[in-house]
């Protein structure tokens, strides 16, 4: 089975502190994925990495960086915290990107990180 | 851009009801997949559909691809308890397999 974990299930920091957000996957997955989740408006993709040291912004990269050093491994920073950024942040990894126009390979998501930003 | 709905937001039925949840595009989608989130879990694959007209079934579940690729549906039948969460499509552009965008989600709840 795919396992992907988030280092914490909860967080509270305070406003303007530098919060860093690790998500590990063990399965060799090639992309890696950091979404947003708030009531009503589904999940929103905030950047993705398709190779170690790559990625591509999302929907709302804004105030968010990411990094990726190793295949297993992909973080999000958050390099001032405001309370606008309390959220659910979920990691998710795949297989590869499958075949553009075609098919999708499935999503894989770890438990997820409540921040709350104070 | 695509724009993809997903309605209703919320669905509340009886135990034992029927429930379809709707995503519509305004544009030609390349696949579709479905997860559902159990309250306090994190989204879970269910299916992917990616031929036109496209009919798939998971026991109570089934899913539907349209024929112009522009919409789909997930409908359950006979609800249970544990059918109690948020699906949510999400589809792929023509350009990228491997960014997905997801809708907004339906909350089902019920009514033992």
């Known amino acids: 089975d795919v396992k992907v974990t988030q280092s914490s299930r909860y967080l509270v920091k305070r406003t303007g502190e530098k919060v860093f957000l690790e998500c590990v996957q063990d399965?060799?997955?090639?992309?890696m994925f950091w979404y947003r989740q708030d009531p009503g408006l589904g999940l929103r993709l905030i950047y993705f990495?398709?190779?170690?040291?790559?990625?591509e912004k999302g929907d709302i990269p804004e105030g968010y960086s990411v990094s990726r050093e190793k295949k297993e491994r992909f973080s999000l920073i958050l390099e001032s915290a405001s309370t606008n950024q309390t959220s659910m942040y979920l990691c998710?990894?795949?297989?590869?990107?499958?075949?553009?126009?075609?098919?999708?390979?499935?999503?894989?998501f770890g438990p997820g990180t409540r921040l709350t930003v104070l | 851009g695509q724009q993809v709905m997903q309605i209703p937001q919320y669905q509340h039925v009886q135990e034992g009801e029927d429930f379809t949840t709707y995503c519509n595009s305004s544009?030609?989608?390349?696949?579709i997949q479905w997860y559902k989130q159990r309250p306090g879990g994190h989204p879970v694959f269910l299916i992917q559909?990616?031929?036109?007209?496209e009919v798939k079934k998971q026991k109570r579940l089934t899913f539907q691809f349209g024929e112009a690729k522009k919409n789909s549906s997930l409908h359950i039948t006979a609800t249970q308890t544990t059918d109690v969460g948020t699906y949510f499509c999400?589809?792929?552009?023509?350009?990228?397999?491997?960014?997905?965008?997801f809708g907004s989600g339906t909350r089902l709840s019920i009514r033992p």
């Open positions: 998710a990894s795949s297989l590869r990107g499958g075949v553009a126009g075609l098919v999708t390979d499935t999503q894989y």
């Open positions: 399965m060799d997955h090639e992309n």
């Open positions: 990495s398709y190779d170690v040291k790559m990625k």
């Open positions: 544009t030609t989608l390349s696949n």
């Open positions: 559909l990616v031929k036109s007209g």
């Open positions: 999400a589809y792929s552009g023509y350009s990228s397999a491997s960014k997905i965008i």
